[in-house]
T-cell receptor, first 113, second 114 residues
Framework: GNSVTQMEGPVTLSEEAFLTINCTYTATGYPSLFWYVQYPGEGLQLLLKATKADDKGSNKGFEATYRKETTSFHLEKGSVQVSDSAVYFCALSSSSNTGKLIFGQGTTLQVKP | EAGVAQSPRYKIIEKRQSVAFWCNPISGHATLYWYQQILGQGPKLLIQFQNNGVVDDSQLPKDRFSAERLKGVDSTLKIQPAKLEDSAVYLC????????????FGQGTRLTVV
């Protein structure tokens, strides 16, 4: 069945460091891929998405590229800030477009000043 | 635009008791989801509604969990009787349709079963 695997956390970085959070997936067909973010005390928010191979999603300085050949959707940011501290979830929605999201286990990012 | 509203925010019950959670989706959103998020894991879909019909409830433990969306707007998720392993955050989300997969999430209800 469909599944998403994220790198284990927590990830601790200093402010202005480069961030990569790895995400790989298993799915049939051509899923859509998402990154959601959960700030402390808040609900999940969509950060970015990509709906087909080689698409790049971007938002708030974060980027991720849909790589079908490696079944990956790694999240990157060139310079993290303390305000980026949150839990990040990679997710997919199957090509059957039912809307159901399958999430990875989440990666906690802590950015220190 | 108002977001997805959920209540209560927190609930503590004893095992074998019953509990209900309420969700009011974003106005005009036809699709409503209930997810269960156990500590340290990603959310898992319990049930999906399209208007007032069930699209997917394959992961819902139907012997103890039930959900309804009678008028195609707000929804209630019930657990009866609760078990210790039901301790989790219950997230409600909505989207315009099942084909528009940008889902908007509420803040969730944190349930602790003791």
């Amino acid at each position: 069945g469909n599944s998403v695997t994220q790198m284990e956390g927590p990830v601790t970085l200093s402010e202005e460091a480069f961030l990569t959070i790895n995400c790989t997936y298993t799915a049939t067909g051509y899923p859509s891929l998402f990154w959601y973010v959960q700030y402390p005390g808040e609900g999940l928010q969509l950060l970015l998405k990509a709906t087909k191979a080689d698409d790049k999603g971007s938002n708030k300085g974060f980027e991720a590229t849909y790589r079908k050949e490696t079944t990956s959707f790694h999240l990157e940011k060139g310079s993290v800030q303390v305000s980026d501290s949150a839990v990040y979830f990679c997710a997919l929605s199957s090509s059957s477009n039912t809307g159901k999201l399958i999430f990875g286990q989440g990666t906690t990012l802590q950015v220190k000043p | 635009e108002a977001g997805v509203a959920q209540s209560p925010r927190y609930k503590i019950i004893e095992k074998r008791q019953s509990v209900a959670f309420w969700c009011n989706p974003i106005s005009g959103h036809a699709t409503l989801y209930w997810y269960q998020q156990i500590l340290g894991q990603g959310p898992k879909l319990l049930i999906q509604f399209q208007n007032n019909g069930v699209v997917d409830d394959s992961q819902l433990p139907k012997d103890r969990f039930s959900a309804e969306r009678l008028k195609g707007v707000d929804s209630t998720l019930k657990i009866q009787p609760a078990k210790l392993e039901d301790s989790a955050v219950y997230l409600c989300a909505s989207s315009l349709s099942s084909w528009n997969t940008e889902a908007f999430f509420g803040q969730g209800t944190r349930l602790t079963v003791v």
